[in-house]
């Protein structure tokens, strides 16, 4: 191993299973501290003995991200075992899938609580903490990797609370970036494809034994997870990653695109042909997944 992360301390939540176990594992490997975390104690507690099986350093945490009280303590976990924190992954979630018609108000509520919330409390009291070092004189070469969905980029039928979320994180992780930029602090996401409880059904087919790959493993996600939360990504800020296999591609997020300007108030009834020029001009969207 290259050692990449050697004795960084990162979070990552929803560490007990699935893509987050796998993150977890992978920057233990390449020599970073671990703070892993789940609300599934005995989850956490296995992912803890394995990477101290494999001659790692981990601490359990199982506090409730979206939890303002429990997010805080997260990050405090991280410095009151490793004296520091240099990396934050969010990556934990669930989802509750139903079409817009039948989707219920709790049923929207939980998803965007543990996904957006979810984020936003441990990034901001990570946050908190780099700012004060910076203003120390400390500056800090930190990462946050969010995670996103391709649900977040493009939509998808059936999950109109996740898509929202996911959403939501994108457009988190940019304004994040910038913010953080002067407190040392970069700021990217994921799109992740992986094969997890939440997805196994769909990816179920998708792995390859006869060409010896999976494509479909958690463990394909984490190898640019790592890279991002090494010292090495510095530059990169701000910035939204699919991956899926052996693929990584960088999404393009919403861009100014063709305009026409009057220079006077449109009356409604002129409006329609400058519409249709404007969709003429522009590139047709992707389809929401699961669109007929």
Known sequence: ???????????????????????????????????????????????????????GKAVANTDDIADWAGAKHLVDTALEH??????????????????????????????????????????????????????????????????SSGAGLLGSVGQGNYSAAKAGIAGLTVVAAAELARYGVTVNAIAPAARTRMTEAVFASMARPDEGFDAMAPENVSPLVVWLGSEESAPVTGRVFEVEGGKVSLAQAWRHGPVVDKGARWEPAELGPVVKDLLEQAPEPEPVYGAS
């Open 82 to 147: 490793f004296g520091r924190l240099d990396v934050l992954v969010n990556n934990a979630g669930f989802v509750r899938d139903r079409m817009l018609v039948n989707l219920g108000e709790d049923e929207w509520d939980a998803v965007v609580r543990v996904h957006l919330k979810g984020h936003f409390a441990p990034l901001r009291h990570a946050a908190d903490h780099w700012r004060a070092e910076a203003k120390a004189g400390r500056v800090p070469s930190a990462r946050v990797i969010n995670t």
């Open 1 to 55: 191993m290259s050692r990449l992360c050697q004795d960084r301390a990162v979070v990552v939540t929803g560490a007990g299973r699935g893509i987050g176990r796998a993150h977890a594992l992978a920057f233990a490997a390449e020599g970073a501290l671990v703070v892993v975390n789940d609300v599934d104690a005995d989850a956490t507690a296995g992912v803890v003995a394995e990477i101290g099986a494999l001659g």
